[in-house]
């Protein structure tokens, strides 16, 4: 029984995700990426959950304090980059600013899928099926967009020092990195315990993130083209 309650929670926290990825590829269709390298991400995001869990419990037994929490944001996210890093971003496909941030975001929704799933199956296998529903439903509209925000933050610095020297590409990503680590800090601390008002402030927060990553989507769209205009 717990194998296809898995099943469910899987696909019902891999639906969710496929679909924002399927949303922000729109937003790269005049030079879309490989779909091998699309899927390469996303399963590489996946792999991200099974290896932070043990660091995240070791940091526990460590460390048996409150704000351990903090601990597990930066584990995540030098993880998600880690893998980006060693996986994707040097890969020769990865050939124009925006990439960097279409390459973190899926990770970042890979990453998510999983993480969701598991929180979508620990009520389900306790029979709490309402409790399930509403957990997907609001990881689906914060933490799933939390994680977009958070790594989408990266792909932004990388993608705007893109022409850059090795040297501000290496800082730009640090201080990416350390923004993401940040706002996912923030994240967390105030959706702990919280009560209905504070829980759909913190949601407003994260979306109006969201359409600042759009804006700078756009930002460095126009980067390329003027980069583009430079070498005719």
């Given at each position: ?30 030079k879309p990426e490989p ?69 973190m975001v899926v990770i ?72 993401a680590i940040v706002l ?49």
């Amino acid at each position: 029984m717990e194998s296809t309650y898995f099943a469910i929670a899987f696909v019902s926290g891999l639906i969710p995700a496929l679909f924002w990825v399927w949303f922000w590829l729109r937003e790269d269709s005049k030079k879309p990426e490989p779909y091998f390298l699309i899927a390469i991400a996303f399963i590489a995001g996946m792999a991200v959950v099974p290896l932070a869990l043990p660091l995240q419990k070791l940091a526990v037994d460590l460390y048996p304090e409150p704000n351990v929490a903090f601990i597990w944001v930066i584990i995540e996210e030098l993880l998600k980059y880690a893998i980006a890093l060693a996986i994707v971003l040097w890969n020769q496909e990865v050939d124009e600013p925006i990439d960097m941030i279409i390459y973190m975001v899926v990770i970042a929704l890979g990453f998510a899928a999983l993480e969701n799933a598991l929180f979508i199956f620990n009520p389900l296998v306790m029979g709490e099926y309402l409790n399930s529903v509403m957990t997907g439903g609001f990881r689906f509209l914060g933490a799933t967009l939390l994680h977009v925000l958070a790594s989408g933050t990266v792909g932004v610095f990388l993608a705007l020092s893109y022409y850059k020297s090795k040297t501000i590409q290496l800082l730009a990503g640090c201080l990416g990195l350390f923004i993401a680590i940040v706002l996912h800090a923030l994240f967390n601390f105030f959706i702990m315990d919280a009560s209905g008002e504070t829980i759909l402030a913190v949601f407003l927060f994260v979306w109006m993130g969201i359409i600042l990553l759009f804006l700078l989507f756009e930002k460095v769209k126009l980067l390329e083209q003027n980069h583009n205009l430079q070498q005719q």
